[in-house]
């Protein structure tokens, strides 16, 4: 098992879901994410799993919402177009608690858009995306190697907390390759004494419901999902620093474009620049307090994202003011060269850019 | 360093796999890799490329758009990528497809009659096989054991017996080049 192997970004997630022990996968096809509901066709089989391709995303996410009701470890994917009609079934897991993994690889919008890369699901994924006051779990990967672990680290969150745990990737990530090692995982599904397996002598059944007709009852289990949202945020916050003790400008920047930073980053520090990255791996929680420290010591932010600007708005909140906050991003598949964010980062350690 | 390539021809050439080899010869000897493919609405006979980095340092952007090294299967994909080689840089050219010479002249500049080879050992699938030689050959960013090992290995593991005709075609690649 812990031999390198060359994988497809979107093969390593199907590969880890397996490792961590899924065994149950809904999904329908869309480009850039086909080889993952692919790779699950040929690898469920093997391993004495459930695979079926749903005749729509919506059939799909209440096919999750029926296995993972009976406690199973339970996994969708799709792209942009196909999360946006899973957004119902994803409000109803929250609503009902229930664990799984939804996995995104981001391609140009709105609309049907384009099949290339992406990162401007952004605020569909941290913010709700469906109807209600609910969160998701969501986890940035930057590897091939790192959408592996995450992919196994987001089912036993998605267990420990009752929680959907979203993997916002996007077509770069999920199309190219490089090596991957699936170590031995300690990863297992938990007893969940919640689940509707039958009642075996229970005194009172187990039901899984999202629907509280008393206002009192609902406004009730709100309360219960924002104190589970608080204890989140306060343990599950992660991000990766790199350069950043002495830098005057720190990059924000998550997924493929936290890759092109990199490359940039290293250009101008090379040319004298204090310059480092600050990557976000947990998208929400979002880690604003490690943010807000280094606003403390850093003269400027800059936020590069496959966006019009939606992880930036993050960002400032964290930065709350204390120093300026610029963007630059590329939209509708576009991917940001290392030479334009390379000028950016110049003209913002320059003191230009504004904010 | 690391070495940045790509590799384009017309669907059904076998480039993306021509890149999948290097990728994989590099990750064997335990080099930094990474393969990116230009994905599309693609068809058979229309445009394909991929991006390949192999060297000691870890990969930031896996989309190359200066390489050190271009390998264009046919006339399209040496008019697209001719201009964004870097200065010194290898230009490898399938001269069997493609008439016409180098516009550069500040890159190396090596024809290699990929598909004219392939017939002479009697199968035109093996024309890619004989640019990876010619690839080896010219930028010795891999070893050529290692690409041996990758082909007998992963990508012709239940296939030995078409191992003898891809060696054949990798050793006249790289006999091209001198």
């Known amino acids: ?355 | 360093m690391n070495q940045e390539m790509i590799f384009a021809g017309f669907g059904g050439q076998g480039v993306m796999l021509m890149g999948q080899i290097l990728a994989y010869a590099g990750m064997m000897e335990g080099q930094q890799v990474s393969w990116f493919p230009a994905y599309g609405p693609e068809m058979r006979g229309g445009t394909a490329n991929c991006s390949v980095i192999i060297g000691d340092e870890a990969v930031g952007t896996p989309i190359v758009t200066e390489p050190q090294v271009v390998v264009a299967m046919n006339l399209p994909s040496l008019d697209k990528f001719e201009p964004h080689l870097a200065a010194g840089g290898i230009l490898l050219i399938n001269s069997s497809l493609i008439e016409r010479p180098a516009k550069r002249s500040d890159v190396k500049a090596l024809l290699v009659p990929c598909n004219d080879i392939a017939k002479e050992l009697g199968n035109p699938k093996v024309a890619n096989m004989v640019m990876v030689g010619a690839i080896v050959a010219a930028s010795g960013v891999v070893k050529i054991e290692s690409v041996l090992q990758v082909l007998a290995k992963k990508i012709f593991k239940n296939k030995p017996e078409v191992m003898q005709l891809n060696e054949q075609a990798i050793r006249r690649g790289m006999a091209c080049i001198s």
Not at chain 1, 105 to 134: C, E, M, N, W
Not at chain 1, 156 to 173: E, H, P, Y
Not at chain 1, 196 to 213: C, D, E, F, M, Q
Not at chain 1, 325 to 353: C, D, Q, W
Request: charged share 20%.
């Open chain 1, 1 to 355: 098992m812990s031999e390198k192997i060359l994988m497809k970004g979107n093969e390593a997630i199907g590969e880890a879901a397996v490792v961590a022990g899924c065994r149950h996968y809904f999904g329908y096809p869309i480009t850039p994410q086909s080889e993952l509901i692919e790779y699950m066709a040929k690898r469920l089989p093997q391993v004495d799993g459930v695979f079926l391709q749903a005749e729509s995303e919506v059939a799909a996410i209440n096919m999750v919402y029926g296995a993972a009701s009976a406690g199973c470890r339970v996994m969708t994917s799709s792209s942009s177009p196909g999360i946006s009609l899973k957004q119902e079934g994803i409000s109803y897991i929250a609503g009902s608690q229930l664990p799984c993994v939804i996995v995104n690889v981001q391609r140009g919008g709105p609309g049907l858009g384009s099949i290339q890369p992406g990162q401007a699901d952004y605020f569909q994924a941290t913010k709700g995306g469906g109807h209600g006051d609910y969160r998701n779990i969501v986890l940035a990967p930057n590897s091939v190697q790192e959408m592996a672990d995450i992919t196994i680290e987001a089912f036993d969150l998605a267990d420990k907390w009752r929680n959907a745990v979203m993997i916002l990737g996007d077509g770069a990530l999920g199309q190219m390759m490089e090596p991957v090692e699936f170590k031995e995982s300690s990863s297992k599904p938990v007893e969940k004494s919640w689940a509707a397996t039958g009642r075996r002598g229970r005194a009172k059944p187990n039901i899984v419901n999202s629907l509280y007709l008393q206002p009192d009852l609902m406004e009730k289990h709100n309360h219960v999902l924002q104190e589970k949202y608080a204890k989140i945020q306060a343990e599950e916050t992660r991000w990766e620093a790199l350069n950043t003790e002495d830098a005057e400008v720190i990059v924000v920047a998550y997924g493929i474009t936290s890759r092109i930073a990199m490359t940039a980053i290293n250009k101008a520090r090379a040319n004298g620049v204090k310059v480092g990255l600050f990557r976000p791996i947990s998208l929400w929680p979002f880690p604003s307090q490690p943010l807000a420290e280094l606003a403390k010591t850093a003269k400027a932010f800059v936020v590069f994202e496959m966006s019009a600007g939606q992880m930036v708005e993050d960002v400032r909140l964290a930065v709350n003011g204390a120093k300026p906050v610029s963007f630059h991003g590329r939209t509708g598949g576009m991917l940001p060269t290392p030479k334009e964010l390379y000028e950016k980062i110049i003209s913002v350690a320059n003191g230009e850019g504004g904010k």
